[in-house]
């Protein structure tokens, strides 16, 4: 398919580093063309035709690395072999930071500039889950294999290309499996990359799932809570009477609800709340001695996920203080209000050159770009006007989080293809004597 692309593509000529980023937006054509003009160069060629070649490799370490459980805050294990397979390819240097980051440095020839390509090592799979993978047919089946080891096993397969082809490039790349992308996780690994004294990173893409034309530019905000209601506890019989624990947080649900509900029908952006998870108490005949909640909201806007923020925050006061009053006998409740995840929202406009080089490369290829919004590792870069976005690592998946996701290469070359070539096109094409 892309040799039959190679011949329909006017030659044209290239002039110092290729495709740095434009100083202003272009026309639709105009992308497009430098685009085509960057998969002419000789080195370029090579390594597109490289990722058809060894597309069996890129399978091979999807293989591997799938069954190398990777649960939340226990991912070292998987680092430890993505880190050796990065160092087997070749990188200038490359290392295991502070929270479990594997990173590897591909020098350009001196720019300064710094572009980040990461997939994410984490599952949300616990540890006693079954990663071995099942085949029926041409369909791959195991916990994490699309979501997100794809997107580590492409990562792979374009420093693989990119070094086999000799192509130089004008910035450095850092290649970069990262930690805590999921649930808990609460974007830790990439927070920790952008955080104050962090290695420098101008661009960044994350790798994530198998979309071979998505392009993820605007970042979903989250807040999420653990809200943990405590009281002495005691006999439901003999200690009737007693502030319950549960009884709060149920009526802080429904206060929760009657505030949110109105003003997320009515908010200026898309917002959503949930209470995921409850637990506490001890037996059906025990007041218990703590009640305990997780709560997920989202918006597309700062000022409306703190708003929503605000009315559970009233709502969980509120009920705390009416349980308190109705009690006839023992201590007061108290409640801890504890946040267990905080994603940034933002976006990188659509017209962006940085977005609309990635569509470029899209329509290049042949598929018609899709632009979003999702919460993923792009989150927190973009919300520090750091240019990002999160496309797919090719192939089809489905079934993310469950324990039947499964992926099939169905044009998964072309998935790597596109994310070798939006990573050029930021970093430019380095000359060679």
Do not use: C
Not at 41 to 70: K, N, S, Y
Request: aromatic share 6%; glycine share 12%.
């Amino acid at each position: 398919m892309m040799k039959r692309l190679f011949t329909q593509v006017s030659a044209l000529a290239l002039v110092g580093g290729m495709l740095a980023v434009p100083l202003a937006a272009q026309t639709t054509a105009e992308y497009d063309r430098q685009i085509e003009q960057l998969m002419n160069h000789p080195a370029v060629r090579t390594a597109l035709d490289h990722i058809v070649e060894t597309d069996d490799q890129t399978m091979d370490d999807l293989m591997t690395l799938t069954q190398i459980p990777a649960p939340p805050f226990m991912e070292d294990e998987r680092g430890e072999a993505f880190l050796q397979m990065m160092i087997d390819l070749g990188v200038d240097s490359a290392w295991t930071d502070e929270v479990g980051n594997v990173i590897g440095l591909r020098r350009g020839s001196g720019t300064g500039q710094v572009l980040a390509i990461a997939g994410h090592l984490d599952t949300v799979f616990p540890p006693e889950t079954d990663v071995t993978i099942r085949m029926s047919g041409d369909t791959l089946f195991a916990p994490g294999i699309a979501d997100d080891t794809r997107g580590l096993a492409t990562v792979l397969a374009v420093l693989r290309a990119m070094n086999d082809a000799n192509v130089r490039t004008e910035a450095d790349i850092l290649f970069i499996g990262n930690v805590g992308e999921e649930g808990l996780g609460d974007l830790r690994g990439v927070k920790h990359l952008f955080r104050d004294g962090g290695p420098r990173i101008d661009h960044f893409i994350s790798v994530d799932g198998t979309s071979s034309n998505g392009i993820t530019h605007m970042g979903l905000g989250s807040h999420r809570y653990r809200v943990t209601f405590k009281g002495p506890g005691g006999h439901s019989w003999g200690a009737f009477g007693l502030a319950n624990p549960a009884h709060a947080m149920g009526q802080a649900i429904g206060y929760f609800q009657d505030g949110a509900a109105p003003y997320t029908a009515t908010a200026p952006f898309r917002t959503s709340y949930n209470v995921g998870r409850m637990g506490g108490g001890t037996s059906v005949n025990s007041v218990p001695f703590e009640s305990w909640m997780e709560i997920d909201m989202r918006s597309e806007g700062d000022a409306t996920l703190d708003a929503v923020d605000a009315i559970l925050q009233g709502a969980v006061q509120r009920a705390l203080a009416e349980e308190n009053v109705r009690r006839t006998r023992g201590e007061a409740l108290t409640v801890d209000v504890d946040m267990i995840g905080d994603r940034p929202s933002g976006a990188v406009a659509e017209d962006h050159p940085y977005v609309q080089q990635a569509a470029a490369v899209t329509r290049v290829l042949g598929m018609e770009p899709s632009f979003g919004r999702s919460s993923t590792d792009s989150n927190i870069p973009i919300s520090m006007d750091v240019p990002a976005v999160t496309i797919g690592g090719g192939g089809q998946g489905f079934g993310a989080h469950s324990l039947d996701e499964w992926f099939r290469n169905e044009n998964g070359a072309v998935g790597v293809q596109r994310v070798m070539l939006i990573v050029l096109a930021q970093v430019g094409v380095a000359q060679t004597s």
